[in-house]
Structure formats: structure tokens, C-alpha cells
């Protein structure tokens, strides 16, 4: 099973460690398309912070952001495990995870990124800021930038397993699953449930909506889930006590659509 999560906007800073081997990152077919990004992110931080900080979509408060960017080359890199952070990292919980837990989230999880593409969480990166909504000046919007190698990389990447898609619209526009692959995929929506009355609600949750992607990810690399197909990560999440509805795809070449319903959210 491969497992796509979003990137955190904010991240680890601090530590030491060698600089940055982009000839070291897993999926090497997007090498070529990296070095296009890191290039000219780098140009662009180091030439004119005024101008870098508009592309980026920086507040004042965040101008160290592109100093940092400018020296991507010699910072030093940690594994993307340790680099990512926020709400739903923080349930994940990726440095708690048991030896045979963190061999199976090496395997399985992608970190999708506007600047390296994705990554796996063993992959030692610097610290950066580059959202996938940042329209460089020459390569123009990352999301449709990254489509063409994407495309190519990413089909192998999944193998014949299901496809467990939990990142946020921003990101999904770098890959769309196509054909039998997308057939293989499971989106999911978090949403909660609450009594109004007598009467059932649901609402779409956005900031717990990460904190149960967390957990869900972490449960299934705990129990050493392996399902072959979206059917049977449905009930692998069952059983791990998640109430789960699930809409397999209307038509080919459609993703399933899997919703957790939750009464809690915490």
C-alpha cells in the first residue's frame, strides 16, 4: 500500500547533519525536476528577498523564511521524518513508532512537496519553504509543474497494491491516479456526527480533520495492515474501530470515496 499525506507548512528547524545529496532522495526520476525548482528557489531567494517573499506568499513576520530557502545547499538535511510538523504529524507520531512500524512507514508513506516533488520520510532534506500553490516565475505553478514527471514516477512508485490518498487539494493537483490505478485509490473525508434534536448532522472538519489522518495512518502501520485492494483497507480500518462508509467508484477510472465518521474530535 502506498499512503500520499501533504506536507506541513511550518517545519523543524535547527540541528546538524551533512547538507543537502539530492542524488541520495528516493524516486529518482524526479531528480531532473527538483534541480529546475531548487535552482531557481534559490535564485530567487538569494537575488531579491522583496520579490521572493511575494512569490512565497510571505507575511513580514516570516521573512527569514527566504534567507533560509537561499541557503537550501548548505543547510543541514535531517530525514523528512523529522523535518515535517504540525497537526498531523503530530498524530502520526513518527518517532514513537515501533522498529517494525517505522520500516513498514519507510516503505508505504509519500510526502508530497512544492519543491522536491514528494519524498519518503527517511529522505534527509533541509528545512525550506515552498508551498504547492507558489507560482515561480519561470516554471510557473508547482502543482501543474510537477504533473508531467509525476506522472511518469509515481505509477511505479504505487505498484499493483491500493493507493490511500490523504492529501489536501493543494497537493492533489501534482498527481491525479489514472485508469486501474485510480481504481485502486481511497480518498477520504473526515466528518463529524452529532445529535441536533433527535436529528443526525454531519459536518466536514478541517483542523481535526489532520489529527484523524494522523492516527489512522499510524493504527494501520501499528497493525501491520497489508490490504491488496481499497475493499480490504476498508475493513482493515474497521477493524482497527473506525466507522468508515465507503463508496466504491461510480464509473472506471474513479477513486473510492471512503468517509470516517467521528463523534469526537480531539
Known amino acids: 500500500m502506498l499512503v500520499l499525506l501533504p506536507p506541513s507548512e511550518g517545519k523543524a ?8 545529496r ?14 529546475a525548482v531548487l535552482d531557481e528557489l534559490v535564485a530567487l531567494c538569494s537575488d531579491d ?13 516570516l521573512r527569514g523564511e527566504v534567507a533560509k530557502n537561499a541557503a537550501l545547499r548548505t543547510a543541514p538535511a535531517r530525514p523528512a521524518a523529522e ?5 498531523l504529524y503530530d498524530a ?11 520500516e513498514r512507514a519507510e516503505r508505504a508513506l509519500l510526502i508530497f512537496s512544492g519543491l522536491w516533488g514528494a519524498v519518503r520520510v527517511g529522505d534527509r532534506i533541509p528545512s525550506y519553504r515552498c ?6 516565475p519561470a516554471l510557473g505553478a508547482l502543482g501543474a509543474y510537477w504533473r508531467g514527471p509525476m506522472a511518469t514516477v509515481l505509477p511505479e512508485a504505487a505498484g499493483d497494491g491500493p493507493v490511500l490518498d490523504l492529501r ?3 497537493y492533489a493537483t501534482a498527481w491525479k491516479p489514472k485508469g486501474q490505478l485510480a481504481e485502486r485509490t481511497a480518498t477520504v473525508r473526515v466528518l463529524q456526527s452529532t445529535m441536533v434534536d433527535g436529528v443526525e448532522k454531519r459536518s466536514v472538519v478541517s483542523h481535526f480533520n489532520k489529527a484523524t489522518k494522523g492516527r489512522l495512518v499510524r493504527d494501520l502501520l501499528t497493525a ?39 463523534t469526537e474530535i480531539h
Do not use: C, F, N
Open 49 to 61: 528577498e522583496e520579490k521572493a517573499r511575494t512569490v512565497l506568499g510571505l507575511s513580514e513576520g
Open 22 to 35: 539530492p542524488d541520495s532522495l528516493s524516486l529518482p526520476g524526479l531528480a531532473a525536476a527538483r534541480a
Open 92 to 102: 502520526l507520531g513518527l518517532a514513537t513508532l515501533d522498529s517494525a512500524a517505522r
Open 224 to 262: 501491520g495492515a497489508a490490504p491488496r485492494d481499497p475493499a480490504e483497507l476498508v475493513t482493515a480500518l474497521r477493524d482497527l474501530g473506525y466507522a468508515v462508509e465507503a463508496e466504491p467508484p461510480a464509473r472506471a477510472g474513479r477513486p473510492w470515496q471512503l468517509d470516517v465518521v467521528v
Open 168 to 170: 489536501s487539494a493543494a
Open 131 to 136: 508551498s504547492m500553490g507558489v507560482k515561480l
Open 13 to 20: 528547524t535547527g540541528g546538524s547533519g551533512e547538507p543537502l
Open 83 to 87: 523535518i515535517y510538523t504540525g497537526v
